[in-house]
Each structure stands twice: as structure tokens, then as C-alpha cells.
């Protein structure tokens, strides 16, 4: 009975995780005088699709748009990681005094929601002027990608023997050479996931954009994809489906061509 409801259910559930990625491609392939209510669910055919990815380009202007997310999901989450794996290197391998204090005040900016410092943060951008500038949002996206690196990077140190360490300080290895030569080759399965998530995560952010920037060439992609769907002149639905399909692809492919490296990061504690 087991060996028949278990694949059952299992199929149901991923039945159900798949019907809004049908519903999206199904919508954004359609040319806008054939959507409707009642034909959510009806496939459609032909290049409809890559008309409306077109359409989408040009009205939002996503060339520029592209560069900046882009410039952000690389160097927020690197600068990020590398911050977490020094604090986790140092409060695991270094033992610091009171290590477990300074890893939940670094950890600890978590418990706030964003939304909770979004005006704070706005009025310090607009009066230090990092408002609206590209160096702005990369020193935000690396801050909040700091936290959650410490956390996994503590926990992937900590699967790593001591002696390891010992063993490099009595061959004469310094600090810094032990944590670049040695902690960070064996957790780069780790820092590689790690860096995938808050990409990922940078590349899908809405609020931080849409708060802390306005021109074209300096905000994200999904603050510009929101110019579709305005009060007067909005795109049509099929148009506005399309765009998000079509800024969803770089993270997929991220996704597919680390599967592997990213399954094992996973696995904190194994290196």
C-alpha cells in the first residue's frame, strides 16, 4: 500500500508546484487580444512568446537594468561570503573570546524585518548620497548577504578538526595564509552555495531596488519590470507574464550549470 501512495502523493505535489510555471509559460505565449479569464489554462502556439519577451525589452529598457542587477548579484554576494567565511573562520579556528556572543550579534540583524529599517536606511542614503548610485545598493546587498554566510560558514567550520589548524601553525603557516590556502579551498563547495542563494536572491529583490534607487541605469531588473504594470499605459498581461519569465532564465541557468557543486554545499560539515 505504502509502494502505491507514497509515488501518488509525490506526484500530486509536484503536479501542484507545476501548474503555476504552466499557467506562467502557457499566459506569456499568448498575444494580449487572446488572453482572457477563461482561457487561462488553454496552450498557445507560435512565437507569441518571444514577441512579447521583445516587447518587454524595449518598453522597460532592461539593457541597462541587466548590467546593474547583474554587478550587484556578483559583488554583494562575494563581498558577503568572503565577510561570513572571515567571521566564521575566526570564531571556529581562531576561537575569539566570547565567540558565540559575536556570532549572534552578527547573525542576530535576521530577527528584523527589512521592511522594519527600509525608512531609516532610505533617509541615511539620501543624506550620506548613496541614494540612487550603484554603490549604494552593492554596499546593502553585501550587509544583508552577511549574516546568513556566517551562519552557514560557522557550521561548515566546525566539521573541520582542529589539529588542522594546529597542524598549519606549527609548520609555520600564519592566519591569513591558513584561511586562504587552507579553510577556503575546503569549503568551496559551501561558499559556492552560499553565494548561488544570495544571488539569487539579489536578482529577485523588488523592495531594496525600488527604495534606494529611480534611473534607469542604476536600478534593478524587478524594480523595472514593475514600470509594465502602471495606472495609465500598463502592458497586458501576456507582456507582463513574459517579462517575468524572461528575467527568471538567468537564474535558472545558474541553477542547472551548478547542480552538482550546489547539491554538495548543501551538506554542511562535508568537505
Excluded at 487561462?40 to 548590467?67: C, Q, Y
Excluded at 589548524?165 to 603557516?173: H, P, S
Aim: aromatic share 14%; with cysteine; net charge positive.
Amino acid at each position: 500500500m505504502t509502494k502505491v501512495v507514497k509515488p501518488a502523493f509525490l506526484t500530486v505535489l509536484g503536479l501542484l508546484w507545476l501548474a503555476p510555471v504552466y499557467l506562467l509559460i502557457a499566459n506569456a505565449a499568448k498575444l494580449p487580444i487572446d488572453y482572457s479569464s477563461s482561457t487561462v489554462w488553454k496552450p498557445a502556439f507560435g512565437t507569441a512568446l518571444f514577441d512579447n519577451m521583445r516587447d518587454v525589452w524595449d518598453r522597460a529598457d532592461l539593457s541597462s537594468s541587466v548590467l546593474s542587477t547583474a554587478i550587484y548579484s556578483v559583488t554583494g554576494p562575494l563581498t558577503g561570503v568572503l565577510i561570513g567565511a572571515c567571521v566564521g573562520f575566526a570564531i571556529v579556528a581562531l576561537r575569539l573570546r566570547h565567540g558565540f556572543w559575536w556570532f549572534v550579534f552578527v547573525f542576530g540583524g535576521t530577527v528584523f524585518p527589512l521592511q522594519m529599517i527600509l525608512m531609516p536606511l532610505f533617509v541615511g542614503y539620501a543624506d550620506t548620497g548613496l541614494y540612487d548610485t550603484r554603490l549604494g545598493l552593492i554596499l546593502v546587498y553585501s550587509v544583508i548577504s552577511v549574516p546568513f554566510s556566517a551562519f552557514v560558514m560557522r557550521n561548515f567550520f566546525s566539521g573541520i578538526a582542529h589539529h588542522v589548524f594546529e597542524a598549519a601553525v606549527v609548520d609555520g603557516a600564519t592566519t591569513w595564509r591558513i584561511f586562504w590556502r587552507i579553510y577556503l579551498p575546503m569549503s568551496k563547495s559551501a561558499l559556492v552555495a552560499i553565494f548561488i542563494l544570495q544571488a539569487t536572491f539579489i536578482w529577485n529583490d523588488l523592495l531594496l531596488g525600488l527604495t534606494l534607487s529611480q534611473s534607469d541605469d542604476v536600478r534593478p531588473i524587478m524594480p523595472a519590470l514593475t514600470s509594465l504594470q502602471s495606472t495609465y499605459g500598463g502592458s497586458a498581461m501576456p507582456v507582463v507574464l513574459a517579462g517575468g519569465l524572461l528575467v527568471s532564465l538567468p537564474t535558472v541557468a545558474l541553477f542547472l550549470a551548478t547542480q552538482r557543486i550546489f547539491s554538495r554545499g548543501l551538506a554542511l560539515g562535508q568537505f
